[in-house]
């Protein structure tokens, strides 16, 4: 069998059953895409497959395309929460008492630390517009937002 005969044959019910497996329909529709576009890198060797095994390999690479793109997501997720994505230590802030205690902290962080925590939890800047504000790559911010949210934790 041809690629382009298995895709017609295949890729609606394997897009079902990685949509089963990951519970995400959008991840099963790349992870299909996916395994599709690596068969016709290795099409010599999957034509030369009898149908069956053929089948096995497409599935096989569509559910580890799809386990990829969740491990991925999960880490963009963790990454996104450590970094500037995330937002201020935790919901407590909308206590009074905490708050005051925050800003307490803030005030004792050193001022390059300081102004990027502000401008992103206070006026609600991205990095690259805290970096325009402040002369500086927004990688920097980042980094700096990091460390200025690693002391606050520690304190808090």
């Known amino acids: 069998m041809e690629i382009e005969?298995?895709?017609a044959a295949y890729q609606d019910a394997m897009v079902k059953a990685m949509t089963f497996f990951s519970g995400d329909e959008e991840a099963?529709?790349?992870?299909?895409?996916?395994a599709f576009a690596r068969a016709l890198v290795n099409r010599p060797m999957l034509e030369a497959m009898p149908d069956?095994?053929?089948?096995?390999w497409l599935y096989a690479t569509a559910r580890n395309a799809v386990i990829d793109l969740k491990r991925r997501e999960t880490?963009?997720?963790?990454?996104?929460y450590e970094n500037e994505e995330a937002d201020l230590p935790d919901q407590r802030a909308d206590d009074p008492v905490t708050r005051a205690a925050m800003e307490s902290l803030l005030e004792k962080l050193p001022e390059p630390l300081r102004i990027p925590v502000e401008l992103k939890y206070y006026k609600g800047m991205n990095a690259a517009e805290i970096g325009e504000t402040m002369k500086l790559p927004s990688a920097t911010v980042r980094t700096r937002l990091r460390a200025a949210l690693k002391q606050l934790r520690e304190n808090f």
């Not at 099963?28 to 996916?34: I, N």
């Not at 069956?52 to 096995?56: D, I, L, R």
């Open 5 to 7: 005969e298995a895709f």
């Open 28 to 34: 099963a529709r790349d992870g299909v895409s996916q």
């Open 52 to 56: 069956p095994a053929m089948k096995a």
């Open 75 to 80: 880490r963009l997720v963790r990454f996104a």
